[in-house]
């Protein structure tokens, strides 16, 4: 039990289709990541959340658009991708203020496929 | 189950020595391995990995070697900076990144 979930575990969808990607944390953790992992290569931040503010874009293309509305929901709304962003997509959570320090609070990740 | 483990939950290093941390892996599909650096409320900051076709791979005060038959990992830091000081993990993927594990992380402090 990471205490971070992430939905759907596995997803396939075309060019054209609109699909969320939803990571849910109940940790009262602050601040919350999406990364993407994909085969052979480091892993790459994408956004950063802090307190529900948006804190950090890493030049991630805006077919990629994340939502949060709450300390313990993050989405990822995907939109008209290309096959090159079939990836694993991590969702991560961490204290912002005080609490444990340098641990990794990781979900089990979303495997994307894009046809 | 475990398949990345870091046995050492914590290292305390002298400035100026030779951090040495530890990973073991049980899943022999593993053939790319990473490490990773983080600091209180940041993501990991990627470090340096190695594919199992080496034995060593060298990025100035970073190495790591690996050990496929005995499916052991370190990285060696030096020399060691009070700057190091964070947690590191280190993590693990398959040829085809269908299976990616971190490691649980020690947490390394470099004292001046």
């Known amino acids: 039990?990471?205490?971070?979930?992430?939905?759907?575990?596995?997803?396939?969808?075309?060019?054209?289709?609109?699909?969320?990607?939803?990571?849910?944390?109940?940790?009262?953790?602050?601040?919350?990541?999406?990364y993407k992992q994909s085969a052979k290569k480091p892993l790459e931040l994408m956004f950063v959340y802090n307190f529900k503010e948006q804190t950090e874009n890493n030049s991630v293309p805006s077919r990629f658009s994340p939502e949060c509305p709450n300390s313990s929901h993050l989405f990822l709304h995907l939109h008209t991708l290309q096959p090159e962003d079939s990836a694993l997509?991590?969702?991560d959570s961490s204290q912002v203020a005080g609490g444990p320090t340098g641990e990794l609070f990781f979900g089990e990740g979303s495997r994307l496929t894009v046809l | 189950d475990q398949q990345v483990k870091q046995n050492s939950p914590s290292l305390s290093v002298q400035e100026g020595r030779i951090s040495i941390l530890?990973?073991?892996?049980?899943?022999?599909?593993?053939?790319?391995?990473?490490?990773?650096?983080?600091?209180?409320?940041?993501?990991?900051?990627?470090?340096?990995s190695i594919s199992s076709i080496k034995d060593k791979n060298e990025d100035g005060r970073f190495t790591v070697f690996l050990n496929?038959?005995?499916?052991?990992?370190?990285?060696h830091i030096v020399p060691s900076q009070p700057g190091d000081s964070a947690v590191y993990f280190c993590a693990a993927m398959?040829?085809?990144?269908?299976?990616?594990?971190?490691?649980?992380?020690?947490?390394?402090?470099?004292?001046?």
């Open chain 1, 89 to 91: 997509y991590l969702c």
């Open chain 2, 68 to 75: 496929k038959s005995a499916k052991h990992l370190s990285l």
């Open chain 2, 22 to 48: 530890n990973c073991d892996y049980t899943n022999s599909m593993f053939d790319y391995f990473l490490w990773y650096k983080k600091y209180p409320a940041e993501g990991p900051t990627f470090l340096i």
């Open chain 1, 1 to 34: 039990e990471t205490g971070v979930t992430q939905t759907p575990r596995h997803l396939v969808m075309g060019m054209t289709n609109k699909k969320s990607l939803k990571c849910e944390q109940h940790l009262g953790h602050n601040a919350m990541y999406w």
């Open chain 2, 94 to 112: 398959d040829n085809y990144g269908q299976n990616f594990v971190f490691g649980p992380g020690t947490r390394l402090s470099v004292l001046p």
